[in-house]
């Protein structure tokens, strides 16, 4: 290699006037706590609005805030109305199949997954910030729900302090969503990846479709786990008690409700075929049942349910250990989990129509409607994926549509209750599997894989850990699968060596860029993370080894000693005390071997620590650049005007104390 | 402004010649999955000695890994011995008294004190990387263990058992030491950050020195807890039994440990006064006891010792449960503990000398001493930080100054046991005192204070954790409190506006570089982390909220309306699915606006992953810059020459969709 191919001229020329980088100007500690902690937590800005108003203008901006239905009531028209009676007529005739099948899911009374469907869609009508959600109980939290409890107290043998359980622990999930909400603490729902979702949404959806094999072929006695091993051991170990009459019934009814879907995706102007699938269903099965009185040849039947609205259910909530524990955990795992599906629905379909929902506000509006409803016996509800899709499709305005639902549902349980007295099991549980299916998501894994094989990893787990463990150890699996993957970020980053990228003053990674070379006599290297107690001793050690080989490599080509080492910080965003203790070790052992730690674009926050720990005064100031081109031109300068190092003799002179 | 004082001119005229980020070449899976293994494992790269060697070479070779004496003894010298033996006798004559201590620290039988430094020290000889370690039982393991297992079994009432468990719990550490050596884990060690030891050991160094108020006020009963208010209550509530004879003796052995540390630190030349200092009360207590007959005044007195060298104990391990599970919590506690204090010993020595040690081997080595001293009778042991540094002052040349010292202990086992019946429990308090002391760095505090806030609130909470809580909670909450910074840092990534730097092609950071001054039409901006799921929707809202800052403040000045968003990617090391997602879904937005989404400087690995997710297909190679400068070049130069941004038609065509 020449020597003239290297470094932009007109630099190395100029030596005196290269920029060095400054010391940021101090801020009192208050100040930058209180800044650090407004980027933590207000990161959307939310009182901008409230600046520079008067007071009264002020209380109805918190108002809209905490009710945006005061901002959108003003402007609603007929039209609107319109379009929202027509998709609230259609979900509730999906809410009212759905809710019966989950609460059977949950080990619940089958009347509560009606109820679920008055109380919070009022509230969330008044409260929500999304326009399309459509709220109801979901089948992955009655799965949880039931999973959990159902594990502390048996359904069957008290089904009173277990429906009481599930209000208290409805409640705590409510309470928990809405301090969230308040402490604007969303991010902790954040820490469910993506990936973790859908593995985990899978894992559920298997799960609660295996589950199903109880009703289709009609057995009366079940395990109560909830993993595959066990499910189809219950199932094949009882051939002898399956039911003909109800399997064939239920692969009907499947066939009718994928076929009723294939046609609305084929025309999605056939939404409603789809929608309307699952009452059309109910209602054949019913009558099918009372005409042939099949409930007499052991085909399961609902029964009766109770007529009237939600009976208050405030007094029935448990509040003495050991049961306020239980209730506690299954809230809180619960609560999250309908927190992250809610929030996920809420903002894909926001997407789809432009606007933009605010976590913070979601979380305050699921929170007080699950409050609510715990207290007006209703368990767990959040924005259901199927309910909200075909609230969409059936082209909802507004959150009104929920209003329309809810008095659906309401002259439901008040006038027609009787009706689902001959509906058949095996009818809610095809209409659970066809729902199910949908939710495993073979075409995200399979991106996954392509993209981010982590990412899979997670999501494989979590499937997996659901299936065969249970609901809550794949979760658990999924989520520190995903921490350990940023804890592994910071404990091993990643460090390369630049080289020149001819042509150009840039200076990039010599194995992204295979034409980029590099300077005789410098080294440079680049770190992508943080310096932290976690990776320190990582990162000397690493570095310590790209100055070995390059030593090594040097001495076998015969080229110009190394004298120089730049360092890039450009991407250590930040450094604590650890991280600088080992800067100081690193320079001390490049001093013994005679060469310049040179250190390039340190970040404000990274500068003033290195100054205030003196480590900036050790280095000499003037040994801190802005940029790699301006160090290397410096350094190249030096090395070619055969000006000795200035650091050797005071190496050396380190060497011998 | 004028339009003229930005960017290189150069580029911005040579627009087609501008260099674009390039694809990086593909990897299959299975070599880029070892190359991170590598990577993450075996950073230093551990394999290369070996490489390119006969087999016979090999062999000597990784016998030389596992057993670092075959390295230094072929060139041992009498020199060395005499160095080392005057060093081993030294840290001997402090072995023996501080053995003594804490294993009554452990409420374990004094004679353990002096097994341990028997066993462990001829193994660490053989096995560690260290010159200037000197092996032997420690205040905070011994407190540790103590503490939980006291918990579980009453070492009064139980001895036997007591004992026994301490066995096992000092297998089951050697066995996770061994265990994270073999498997090159090293790094959790790291996760205790420097400043949760700190405030770690000044805890535990408090909670050691309050529990000596027992033998120092010759208190027959005592609190089982450790935390400070229990402790100060039990003894303020006895005052009525405090004897005055022993708080005398105490106070006057500790006054003179004091001088004698004192003397020594004044003229390191004598470091032996402090070293010899301990024996030396040993011996004044023991004759003042024997000649005035104290014991029969209420003058606690070690009591007969059994003669004779470490018996097995292999077949006292217990490994039924629950004494199982207590004795692996403990082991794994301790373990993990005694492994950080010796190996932050270990290197802060070495760094003294200029060499370097191994982190797995000291592991491995560790590992193995405290497995075979679990065998024969020694409970937990590690580098004590005060043996050590005895060691090292006494000029001690390697480790066999180890066997030195396991020799000396060895003899006095065999013949002295029984001078020490006479020995009062007080100067085994005040040795216990004066040497803890010397482990609450206030220095290290306040420079934490002055450097990095969070690492001094992490270091003040595990120091309260500790006092007032327990030595697990302490310790819970620091590792807590440092994982939290880290997963902080990844959730709430710094972002901040670029601006071009007078006189320069850099791009920095407004507010680092006040000089720095904005670009007509253009925002640059800088994401400070790696986009992952744990950050994305902050990112996406963050980013949003600059962009509207931006276009307000453009509308009130009146100037240029806002056309390119430039993200410069430098420090974003690495992207999830989510991230891309997110990235996805922020074009959408900006395209909704009218703006061009320019990228600059993806890594390798960003870049191969937004290429297979087609992102950069959505966007388009040509805005993907390989440095800030030239993408400003370009967008500038499309602004000037008024070509209307060919995106703006695209966007428009999105919205109508």
């Not at 999605?268 to 099949?294: D, E, N, Q, R």
């Not at 049961?323 to 999250?336: E, M, P, R, V, W």
Request: aromatic share 12%; with cysteine.
């Amino acid at each position: 290699m020449s020597n003239r191919d290297y470094a932009c001229p007109s630099s190395a020329m100029n030596v005196e006037s290269v920029q060095r980088v400054v010391i940021p100007p101090p801020k009192p500690f208050i100040e930058s706590f209180k800044h650090s902690m407004k980027e933590t937590l207000f990161q959307d800005d939310p009182l901008k609005k409230f600046k520079n108003q008067p007071t009264s203008k002020r209380f109805v901006l918190a108002l809209q805030y905490f009710f945006p239905i005061l901002e959108w009531a003003p402007h609603y028209t007929l039209q609107f109305l319109k379009s929202d009676l027509i998709a609230g007529i259609t979900i509730a005739s999906l809410a009212i199949p759905q809710g019966i099948s989950y609460a059977k899911l949950a080990n619940l009374p089958p009347i509560l997954g009606l109820y679920s469907s008055v109380i919070p869609p009022i509230i969330y009508a008044m409260m929500g910030s999304s326009r399309d959600v459509a709220v109801g109980t979901v089948a992955v939290g009655s799965l949880l729900i039931g999973s959990i409890l159902s594990r502390e107290v048996n359904p069957n043998e008290n089904p009173t302090l277990y429906l009481h359980l599930a209000f208290t622990a409805t409640f705590c999930a409510g309470l928990l969503q809405l301090s969230l909400g308040l402490f604007r603490l969303g991010f902790i729902v954040d820490f469910l990846s993506h990936a973790a979702i859908v593995g985990f949404m899978g894992g559920a959806a298997t799960v609660v479709c295996l589950q199903q094999l109880k009703a289709i072929f009609g057995l009366q006695h079940f395990t109560r786990e909830s993993d595959v091993v066990s499910v189809l051991r219950s199932v094949f170990t009882q051939t002898s008690q399956w039911r003909w009459e109800t399997a064939v019934l239920g692969f009907c009814f499947l066939f009718y409700l994928f076929l009723a879907r294939y046609f609305s995706k084929r025309k999605p102007k056939l939404f409603w075929v789809s929608a309307m699938a699952p009452l059309t269903c109910v209602i054949l099965g019913s009558l099918l049942v009372y005409f042939t009185h099949a409930e007499k040849h052991g085909v399961q039947v609902i029964g009766k349910l109770k007529k009237g609205i939600n009976p208050p259910s405030a007094a029935d909530l448990v509040f003495v250990s050991p049961y306020l524990g239980i209730a506690i955990k299954t809230g809180f795992i619960t609560g999250i989990i309908a927190l992250a599906e809610g929030i996920a629905v809420g903002r894909s379909f926001a997407m789809c129509k432009n606007y933009y929902i605010d976590g913070n506000k979601e979380m305050l509006a699921m929170g007080t409607m699950n409050i609510f409803g715990s207290l007006t016996s209703c368990y767990l509800t959040t924005a259901p994926f199927s309910r909200t899709a075909v609230n969409y499709n059936a082209g909802c305005k507004t959150a009104a549509s929920n209003l329309v639902m809810s008095i659906a549902v309401m002259l439901t349980l008040l006038f027609l209750t009787p009706l689902f007295y001959y509906t058949p099991l095996v009818v809610l549980a095809s209409i659970i599997v066809s729902a199910m299916l949908g939710l495993i998501d073979f075409q995200a894994a399979i991106h996954l894989w392509k993209i981010d094989k982590f990412d899979f990893l997670v999501c494989l787990s979590a499937y997996f850990g659901v299936v065969f463990g249970s609901v809550e150890i794949g979760l658990g699996i999924a989520v520190s699968l995903s921490l350990l993957r940023l804890l592994l970020f910071v404990a091993r980053p990643k460090t390369f060596v630049l080289g020149n990228i001819p042509n150009s003053a840039a200076y990039r990674n010599v194995e992204h860029y295979p034409n980029a070379h590099n300077i005789p006599g410098i080294l440079i290297l680049e770190i992508d993370a943080p310096i932290y107690f976690a990776n320190s001793s990582y990162l000397r050690e690493r570095i310590t080894r790209w100055i070995d080989e390059e030593e090594e490599r040097i001495k076998e080509a015969g080229q110009t000693s190394l004298q120089y080492v730049i360092v890039d910080m450009t991407a250590v965003a930040n450094i604590d005390t650890s991280g600088i203790s080992m800067l100081e070790e690193f320079k001390k052992s490049v001093d013994r071997k005679g060469i310049q730690l040179v250190l390039v674009n340190t970040g404000s926050e990274v500068t003033k620590k290195l100054n205030k720990s003196k480590f900036l005064d050790e280095i000499g100031h003037k040994w801190v650049y802005v940029t790699v081109e301006e160090a290397v031109g410096v350094c190249s300068y030096m090395i070619h005007t055969h000006k000795s190092n200035p650091m050797r003799d005071e190496s050396e002179g380190l060497n011998s104390v």
